[in-house]
Nanobody, 127 residues
Framework: QELLVESGGGLVQAGGSLRLSCAASGLFFRSYAMGWFRQAPGKEREFLAAHSRGGSITYYADSVKGRFTISRDNAKSTVYLQMNSLKPDDTAVYYC????????????????????WGQGTRVTVSS
């Protein structure tokens, strides 16, 4: 059974940093492109960052470009989201997602393009 489990969320002051992790199991991680999304109360799920299956191709939403970094460790079947210079507007539940990709250099940015989702980890940024 495919499973994604996020961790690393918590409470941080504005300007601080957090690193989220998402451990995958039950799937051949190297075959999957990965993404991070977030959802704040009353808002739609928002794309943040994507990582291709291979070739280390990444893409970021404008709202986090230069502050967040997505990376993956295929040996550990884990994707990370390093978040720096956090702002109160970054407060949300953060989700990782996986989608099987036939091409190594492709990334995906739409919710509908992802097959599997984690349960989410909450990030709260205080002012």
């Amino acid at each position: 059974q495919e499973l994604l489990v996020e961790s690393g969320g918590g409470l941080v002051q504005a300007g601080g940093s957090l690193r989220l992790s998402c451990a995958a199991s039950g799937l051949f991680f190297r075959s999957y492109a990965m993404g991070w999304f977030r959802q704040a109360p009353g808002k739609e799920r928002e794309f943040l960052a994507a990582h291709s299956r291979g070739g280390s191709i990444t893409y970021y939403a404008d709202s986090v470009k230069g502050r967040f970094t997505i990376s993956r460790d295929n040996a550990k079947s884990t994707v990370y989201l390093q978040m720096n210079s956090l702002k109160p507007d970054d407060t949300a539940v953060y989700y990782c997602a996986a989608t099987q990709s036939s091409q190594s250099g492709i990334y995906y940015i739409r919710v509908s393009e992802y097959d599997y989702w984690g349960q989410g980890t909450r990030v709260t940024v205080s002012s």
